[in-house]
């Protein structure tokens, strides 16, 4: 029986809203790639915050009967922690993530950089230990949050693209769904059941958004995470600009921004070839789908202004409403940037992604034009301090 992928990790994504408990929404995951992908054994690396350390939090399969649980502890100076924290630009990898075959390929090759050489070398030497074919990280903004561990397939087969693209994304959501638990906790002692539900809201909406579309996987959360970035890049220099009621309602605008596109089919969604007149009208309807979803609720009024118009354009050339220069929402233009960078830099079904310098320059080059000149050039300023 062919594996559905795509029903796979909407059921995963789906499941996700519901369980608040770090602990089982791991189990849960490690468990379905065990049963459903057939791999001999699926541990987690968890960092612990307060002192900065890596442990096996779970583990399934027979690794689990010859390294107890929790009593793996790996520092922040661990090979595999290095790569994945300060060196995994260095290396053009096929997936975002560490393949044992792949490794080894590459320690054959002359022309690799020394330091790089001994660094893999020791990576290899620790996925030989822990039995482990691949690894795949799960990051929080620029935090390192955990690695997925999984030994081989039980078929003796190599693992294909679409369970390497499978296993990425369901470990991109357990990063988000780890974070939101946290934050749940914290909302349990700082706000009243009202605004606990909100949170709890908007947060199934995005993961909704999410399973929507298997191609954009992750953008959502990237798209979040930049806009806040860019936010307090330009409020170093104007404090006044934004307060933190302006961040709360980035967040949450960015996490929704594309929430409308639940409303637009699959199958232009998901189209390879060129989009026809008709379709592309479909797809510039989602900001208003998703103003009509969120409307009804008062407490995202100011939110909404980011979703309603993160596609207009400076120069007045954009949708719905051909909004230019200062009558757009500062909050929709801060989403363009980082909307339009992440979509320029990610595979779609109809083109390959640009390079990260290639995006740059677009974004530079579409400043005044498309892009709000003051939003580009915070957008600028992280790319200079490699924090983008």
Known sequence: MKFD?????????????????????IKMTLRMFRQK????????????????????TVSHGFLSSKIPVGLVRIEKDNPLIRFFREHKEKL?????????????????????????????????????ILETFVCIPSYFREDLLGILLLGKKENGKKFSRDELDFFIAVSSNV?????????????????DKKQQLLIRIIIALAVAIEAKDYH????????????LEIARKIGQ????????????????????????KIGVPESILNKKGTLTEEEREKIQEHPLIGVAILKSIKELQDPVLGVKYHHE??????????????????IASIISVAD?????????????????????????????AQFHPQVVHAFLELCQEDKI
């Open 216 to 227: 954009t996987h992750g953008h959502t959360t990237r798209v979040n995470n930049l806009s």
């Open 175 to 191: 990063a988000m769904a780890i974070e939101n638990a946290r934050l749940f906790k914290e909302l349990e002692l700082e706000h």
């Open 237 to 260: 220099k104007n404090k006044k600009i934004f307060d933190e009621k302006f961040l709360s309602d980035l967040h949450i605008a960015s996490l929704l921004h594309d929430i409308g």
């Open 313 to 330: 354009r400076y120069d007045g050339l954009g949708y719905p409403e051909g909004l230019r220069a200062s009558q757009i929402p500062l």
């Open 37 to 56: 992908v057939k791999v001999s054994h699926a541990s987690i690396l968890l960092r612990h915050k307060d002192k900065d350390v890596y442990i096996m």
């Open 340 to 368: 339009s960078f992440d979509a320029m830099t990610s595979d779609r079904p109809h083109r390959p992604a640009l390079c990260r310098d290639d995006a740059i320059t677009e974004i530079r080059r579409l400043s005044g």
């Open 92 to 128: 053009r990898f096929k997936y975002q993530a560490i393949i044992l075959e792949d490794v080894r390929q590459i320690l054959k090759k002359k022309n690799i950089d020394n330091e790089l050489k001994q660094l893999l070398k020791s990576v290899l030497c620790q996925m030989e």
């Open 5 to 25: 992928f795509k029903k796979e990790l909407e059921t995963a994504a789906k499941n996700m809203i519901l369980i608040h408990d770090p602990d089982l929404l």
